[in-house]
C-alpha cells in the first residue's frame, strides 16, 4: 500500500497483521499510534541515533535489535555515527527526525523505540541524567514511585528539577535535564552518587548495585544507563507487553498517586488521549538547561 505521510511517499506493507495477539493490535495500528505521537515523540527522539527493537511476527514471536539502520532505507532518513562495534567501526544509526521516519520503522515492525542520552552531532555531550528505576519482585511501580518521590526531593534540595515517566513495563525512569556542558562520565558519577545517598537512607528498600540477588523486594536504581553505550527506552514508545502499552511521562501529582497504590499503566489510546488533553508534559527536559553539581 503506498501513502503518504507529510511530503514522503512510503510503500506500507501487511497492514493487517496483528503484532500484538491477545488485545488484536495490529501493524496499521501501530502505524497509526506512532504518526499521532510523533508531534510530542519527536521532541524527545530526533536528531538521536536509534536502536530499535522488531518483532515482525508479533510480541508473541522472535523479535531483534536492529542498531545499524537498515541499507534499504529510504535516502530521506537520515543516519548518525556512533560507537558500539567490537571492530571498532562506528554503528549507523537510524535517525528519526520527521512523522514519516517514525511511520517507517512503525512498517518494520520496530515496536520499540531506544535512545541514548545524547544528540547524534555531540555523542560525547549527554543532554540529560537518567535514572531508571527497577523493581525486585515482589515490589512494583509502586515502590518505583515512592523511590522517585525521594529522589526528587533529594534532587529539588540541590537545585535541579526533574520528570519521570512510565517504563510501560514493570518500572519507570526519572529526568534530569541538562542541555549544558556534561561528560557520560559526570552524569554516570553523579547519579551513582546519587543511588548511594538513596541506598544508604532507605537500604530496606533500595539497591544500587548490580548484583540481581539484591533485588528482590527493592527498588534498583540503575545509574548505569548514563554510559555512553546504552540507550534507554524512549517517551512514548510503545512496549512489546501482552498489551500496547506505552512509556508514558506523567506528572508527579501522578507519582504520589502511585507512591499510594494507584495504578499507572497506559496503552496506546490512553496515551494519544493524554497528548492531546495534556500535551506534551516531557517538552521542558529538551530546553531546560542546568548543571550538575561537582561531585567530590
Not at 505521537?37 to 538521536?48: F, I, K, N, Q
Not at 537500604?203 to 533485588?215: C, I, P
Amino acid at each position: 500500500m503506498n501513502v503518504e505521510v507529510g511530503d514522503r511517499a512510503l510503500s506500507l506493507s501487511n497492514l493487517d497483521k496483528v503484532l500484538y495477539p491477545q488485545t488484536g493490535f495490529t501493524k496499521a495500528q501501530v502505524i497509526d499510534y506512532y504518526v499521532r505521537v510523533a508531534p510530542a515523540m519527536l521532541t524527545h527522539v530526533a536528531h538521536r541515533g536509534v536502536t530499535l527493537v522488531r518483532w515482525p511476527n508479533g510480541v508473541d514471536e522472535t523479535s531483534f535489535f536492529s542498531k545499524n539502520c537498515v541499507s534499504h532505507r529510504p535516502d530521506w532518513v537520515e543516519v548518525a555515527l556512533g560507537p558500539g562495534r567490537s571492530d571498532g567501526r562506528g554503528i549507523r544509526y537510524c535517525c528519526l527526525n520527521e512523522v514519516a521516519a517514525l511511520a517507517w520503522t512503525a512498517n518494520l515492525a520496530a515496536l520499540e523505540i531506544h535512545g541514548p542520552m545524547a544528540l547524534a552531532v555531540d555523542i560525547e555531550t549527554p543532554t540529560m541524567v537518567v535514572f531508571d528505576l527497577d523493581p525486585g519482585e515482589p515490589a512494583t511501580i509502586t515502590e518505583c514511585a515512592q523511590v522517585a518521590m525521594d529522589i526528587k526531593a533529594m534532587l529539588s534540595g540541590i537545585g535541579l528539577e526533574s520528570w519521570s515517566k512510565t517504563s510501560g513495563s514493570k518500572g519507570m525512569q526519572m529526568y534530569v535535564p541538562l542541555n549544558s556542558p556534561c561528560t557520560h562520565k559526570q552524569a554516570s558519577e553523579f547519579a551513582l552518587a546519587v543511588a548511594h545517598v538513596m541506598e544508604r537512607q532507605f537500604a530496606d528498600r533500595v539497591v544500587s548495585n548490580m548484583n540481581k540477588a539484591l533485588r528482590p523486594g527493592k527498588v534498583f536504581i540503575d545509574w548505569s544507563q548514563n554510559s555512553r553505550h546504552k540507550t534507554t527506552i524512549a517517551p512514548y514508545s510503545l512496549r512489546a507487553k501482552d498489551r500496547p502499552t506505552v512509556s508514558t511521562p506523567i506528572t508527579w501529582d501522578e507519582v504520589s498517586d502511585a507512591a499510594e497504590g494507584a495504578p499507572m499503566i497506559f496503552v496506546a489510546d490512553e496515551v494519544l488521549a493524554r497528548v492531546q488533553q495534556l500535551g506534551d508534559i516531557f517538552a521542558p527536559t529538551a530546553t531546560l538547561v542546568q548543571e550538575l553539581p561537582q561531585i567530590g
